[in-house]
């Protein structure tokens, strides 16, 4: 018998929440090479490493093995495109435990999500690096800058007003510009099944999140 998730363990919850999340890396080390991975490396090392910092700054005990930490730093790196400078992936760690969790009093005290946080920090600051992404097909380098070409999103042309070009299929694989973890919607699909029925996520989340996501489109369709 599964354990409802009002009932489960937030621990338990993030450590599964994480390993579900890291699925999304398979599609995109295929797709781009292992810069994805270095990305995502990068964001969960500084994440941790900036909430040890806040924990003695704060003078409290600092839990190494706080699965929370390691999930929003994965948010992190799978929310950023795969060319983003390494330096840019770990501010937007630092933001992310320092602004959203530390700020605010600890896991037990959230207002905002804290990726969702770091996020939309550096689109505002830095909208060169976070909304431009490499071609689709490109292998990319693990470590040094990314010098090949950068592409907008399929959303960046439904917002001008124009069809996109790629396929249904195309779309639906991960074919298409676009942030680490944000593409692959049949492997995104998959994972979000599974949760379901692992109870690692809230069916009443979900459909609430999709309810609004639906009724937006509805009402400011960017696609006649």
């Not at 001008?160 to 639906?172: A, Y």
Request: with cysteine; hydrophobic share 50%.
């Amino acid at each position: 018998m599964i354990t409802p998730i009002t009932k489960r363990d937030p621990r338990k919850l993030y450590l599964e929440r994480l390993v579900f999340m890291a699925a999304l890396l398979i599609p995109a080390v295929f797709r781009g090479g292992f810069r994805p991975l270095t990305v995502c490396a990068v964001c969960v090392i500084c994440c941790m490493f900036t909430d040890w910092v806040c924990c003695k700054l704060r003078r409290i005990k600092y839990d190494i093995k706080d699965p929370a930490v390691m999930f929003w730093g994965l948010c992190c790196g799978m929310l950023m495109p795969a060319g983003i400078p390494h330096v840019l992936a770990g501010l937007s760690a630092v933001i992310c435990i320092a602004l959203g969790k530390h700020i605010f009093g600890g896991n037990e005290n959230l207002v905002f999500s804290p990726p969702a946080i770091a996020v939309a920090f550096l689109i505002i600051c830095y909208p060169g690096d976070m909304l431009y992404y490499p071609k689709v097909g490109e292998i990319l380098p693990m470590f040094s800058e990314y010098e090949g070409t950068f592409t907008r999103s399929v959303e960046y042309h439904m917002n001008l007003g124009t069809t996109p070009t790629q396929s249904v299929m195309d779309i639906l694989m991960g074919n298409v510009p676009g942030a680490i973890g944000a593409v692959n919607i049949l492997v995104i699909l998959v994972i979000g099944v599974c949760m379901l029925i692992k109870h690692s996520t809230s069916f009443t989340a979900l459909i609430s999140c999709l309810t609004s996501v639906a009724a937006i489109s509805v009402l400011y369709p960017r696609v006649g």
